[in-house]
Each structure stands twice: as C-alpha cells, then as structure tokens.
C-alpha cells in the first residue's frame, strides 16, 4: 500500500497488465493559473528555502545534509558523497531553474534539513521530445525520517515544475515505487581489488588468493586504440552528431543539443570525463565514451574513509568496438586512481560486461516517470538515458 504514491499520476501496480491503457500522458496539463502559488504546507517547526548553488556557503551546506544523510548501500557500509563542484555542475544545466533547488529549513536554527531538486530536460519517449524535469537528490535528515516530510518536498517540486508549464518528470531510485518503467542493475569493474576487499565492497572469490586476484583485475599501463584522446570544447558539434545518431535507436532517451554536450560532457575536473576516437582518414569523431565521478564515503573503516568510484555516462561506438572502448576508458581511470568503475546495463552495456570482467552488484536502480505511461516491460537495454 503507497498511501502518497497511489494519489499521483504515476503507473499504479493495480494496473500493470492493462494493455488498453494509452501510452503519453497520464492527465492533462492544467491551466498555469490553477497551479497553486502558494508553497505547500510544512510541519510547523520549518520553512522553506530556495538553495542558491552558485553561494559557496548554501552549497556547503547542501554538501553536508547529502555527505550525512544521503543513499547507502543495503548494510550501510557506503554512503553517495557528491562533491560540492559535482552538485553545481549537476543541478545548473542550460535552462536550470533556481526555484527548482529546494530546502527545507528547522526555523529556529535555520539548519538545512532536507533537499530535493528538479533540473529541466528533454527526454525522447519513442516520437516524441517532451520537456520533463529529472528529479534528484531527495534527502531528509535521518532525525527526521518517517514523518512522511518526502511526500510534502516532492508535492512543492512538482508544483513549482508546473509553474514552468512542464508537466513530466523522470526520476530513478534504488527502492521499488509505482511502478518501474525499467529497472537496471549496477555492475561493478573492480580496479583496485586489495582496497575494495579491504573495505568490504568486494570478497576474495572462492579458491582465489590476493595476488591472483590483483592480476586478474590488472590493466595496460596506457591506452590501446590509436587516436583515443580527451574531449575538448572545438568537439562539441562532432560529439553532438553522434550522441544524437546513437540515441535515435533507444525507446527512452536523451535529446541532447549542443548546449547540453558541452555542460554535460566536457570533462571538468574530478566531476566528468570524455574520451573521443577521431579517423586518421575522415578526421571525423567516430566513437565517445565518458564517466563521471562519484566517491562514497566508506562508514567506520579505521584504514579508509572514501571509495573513488567512476559511473559510466555515455558511450557510442561506430568504428572502434564498445568493447575496446570501454577497456579504454577503465585504462584512464585506473590511471586516475579510481577504485572501482560502475556502469548500469542500459544501452548495449550489457553485451560487454561480463568480458571486461564486470560483476553483477547487489543493487538495482529502478527508472520511472512521473504522468508518463509506456508500455511496460520496457528492457534496459532500450534505456539511453544516465541520471546522476
Ligand atoms: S533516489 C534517492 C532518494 N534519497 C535517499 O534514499 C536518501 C536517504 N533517504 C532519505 O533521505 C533519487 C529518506 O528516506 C527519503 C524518504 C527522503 C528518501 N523516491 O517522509 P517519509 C531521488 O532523489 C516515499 C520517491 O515518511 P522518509 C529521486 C515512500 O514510498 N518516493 O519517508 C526522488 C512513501 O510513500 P508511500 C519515495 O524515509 C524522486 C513516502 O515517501 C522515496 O522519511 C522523487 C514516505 O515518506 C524515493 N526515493 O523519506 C519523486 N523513498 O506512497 C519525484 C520513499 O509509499 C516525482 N518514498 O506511502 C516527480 C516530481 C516532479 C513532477 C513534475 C511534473
Ligand atoms: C539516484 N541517482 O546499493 C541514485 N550500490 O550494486 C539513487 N554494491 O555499490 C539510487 N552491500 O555490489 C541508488 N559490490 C541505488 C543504489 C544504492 C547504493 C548501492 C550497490 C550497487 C553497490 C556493492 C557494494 C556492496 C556492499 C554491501 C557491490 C560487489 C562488487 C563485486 C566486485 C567483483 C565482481 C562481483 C561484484
């Protein structure tokens, strides 16, 4: 029983099986001037606050509400720690709303307490581009959980999207809701297997030692394909054609324009990395992969305190195989110092995995879409579209 989520246009299980139901829409859009101007109601002790992410002391504070009281994994060993330059490159995309950062404040200390944000997107649903909001970075305070405060926060996030007349969200989560569109799974490519044994990410597998171990997960010291090179600014319009022919073949995906490749692929330091392969003969940009960067906090290790994880993005291959790209991308973050390399089994990840010695995680990440039906049984597979 979902007390909040069976008042929301969203897919409900009882419905699961109905095929008569039209994919597009769940309601109608409703008139600007009936969406409520008034913020929703919160419990009296606090208030609401708009988070100014370009204020360095607003965006500490967002740092520290997520680095304590973010997502952990199922036995609380790890939690999500989002750098403060990661949140600004995250939530100020072309067309961000400032409205859309929204914060939850104990009136009598003003301490932040809970955070949920919404940023603008175009996303393909077969035919049609519809402009949506990616909901991210819901979080309460773990003193203040269980008072059915999400509810409220997601009630005022979606208000304030209908104040910009867009009338569709998508969001992912790693609990089940109603109901999944897709669910992923994550698999891990371990770089660093004496760390991630040691913090208990990963276990020695059966009749292995250390030293097998740490050859089995060993990679060239430098790249292999020729011409596989960092992305730059002047390969903003090349990365774009591709990006837009690749995704063209997925059922949910991404409409990116140029705008969008250059904040959101070209590598900026710590947050997000791209890699291209340029033709020697045609001198065109022929494959592209990238990752960005996303370290946990490892809870109560007396050796470690964080986890350097890289989450594959977005990959196209037309020449070089995905196979050798991607072994060249876990190449450079290797080189990086990261500890593991993460993708989820969207786009045609899945056929490279298992031989780029990627294992199944013990987590899914369950995609949905707020007053959106599709036709279920959508396959990750025909998923081309990464939330952070
Ligand atoms: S998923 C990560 C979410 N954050 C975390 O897991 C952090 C740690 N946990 C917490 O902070 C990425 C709390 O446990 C949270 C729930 C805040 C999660 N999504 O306040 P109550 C995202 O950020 C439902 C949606 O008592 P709480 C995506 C739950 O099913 N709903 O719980 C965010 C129940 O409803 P029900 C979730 O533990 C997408 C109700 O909340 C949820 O103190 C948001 C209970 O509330 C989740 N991850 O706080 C939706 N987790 O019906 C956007 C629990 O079952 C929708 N719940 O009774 C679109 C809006 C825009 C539309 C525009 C047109
Ligand atoms: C919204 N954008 O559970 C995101 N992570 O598998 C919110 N497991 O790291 C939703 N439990 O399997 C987030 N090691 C949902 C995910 C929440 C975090 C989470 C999982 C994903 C994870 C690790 C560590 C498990 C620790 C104990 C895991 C096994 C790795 C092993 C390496 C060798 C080959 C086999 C696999």
């Given at each position: ?110 301490k932040l307490v809970a955070f949920i944000t ?104 430098s790249t292999v394909t020729p011409g596989f ?160």
């Amino acid at each position: 029983h979902h007390r909040f989520w069976e008042t929301q246009p969203v897919g409900q299980f009882k419905d699961l099986g109905d095929t008569s139901l039209p994919e597009g829409p769940i309601e109608p859009p409703s008139l600007l001037s009936d969406v409520k101007s008034e913020p929703c109601n919160l419990p009296a002790p606090y208030e609401w606050t708009t988070c100014d992410m370009d204020d360095e002391r607003t965006c500490t504070e967002v740092y520290n509400l997520l680095s304590l009281n973010y997502v952990e994994d199922d036995e609380n060993l790890f939690r999500f720690n989002y750098s403060t330059e990661f949140l600004r490159w995250a939530l100020r995309p072309p067309g961000y709303f400032k409205a859309w950062h929204i914060g939850v404040r104990v009136k009598a200390t003003k301490k932040l307490v809970a955070f949920i944000t919404g940023v603008p997107a175009r996303i393909r649903v077969r035919e049609d581009v519809v402009r949506m909001a990616e909901v991210n970075f819901l979080c309460v305070h773990k003193k203040l959980r269980s008072k059915r405060l999400a509810p409220v926060m997601i009630k005022e996030v979606t208000r304030r999207v209908h104040l910009e007349n867009i009338w569709q969200a998508v969001y992912t989560a790693g609990v089940v809701l109603p109901t999944p569109t897709t669910t992923c799974r994550y698999w891990h490519r371990t770089l660093n297997p004496k760390k991630l044994i040691d913090v208990g990410f990963s276990r020695l597998g059966a009749r292995m030692t250390m030293s097998r171990t740490i050859r089995l997960y060993k990679l060239p010291e430098s790249t292999v394909t020729p011409g596989f090179r960092k992305m730059e600014l002047r390969d903003v319009p090349a990365v774009t054609r591709l990006l837009r022919q690749y995704l063209s073949q997925f059922v949910v995906a991404l409409d990116f324009d140029e705008n969008d490749v250059e904040h959101w692929l070209l590598p900026l330091e710590n947050v997000v990395d791209s890699y291209l392969i340029v033709s020697p003969e045609t001198h065109e940009v022929t494959d592209f992969c990238s990752f960005y960067s996303l370290p946990a906090s490892i809870l109560n290790n007396p050796n470690y305190s964080v986890l350097k994880a890289a989450y594959s993005f977005y990959n196209v291959s037309t020449k070089t195989p995905l196979l050798q790209l991607m072994n060249d991308a876990l190449i450079v973050a290797k080189q990086q110092d990261y500890d593991v390399f993460n993708a989820l089994d969207v786009m045609h990840n899945e056929a490279v995995l298992k031989e780029l010695k990627f294992g199944p995680g013990d987590g899914h990440l369950h995609y949905y879409l707020y007053n959106y039906r599709v036709r279920n049984g959508l396959k990750p597979s025909e998923l081309g579209l990464v939330l952070l």
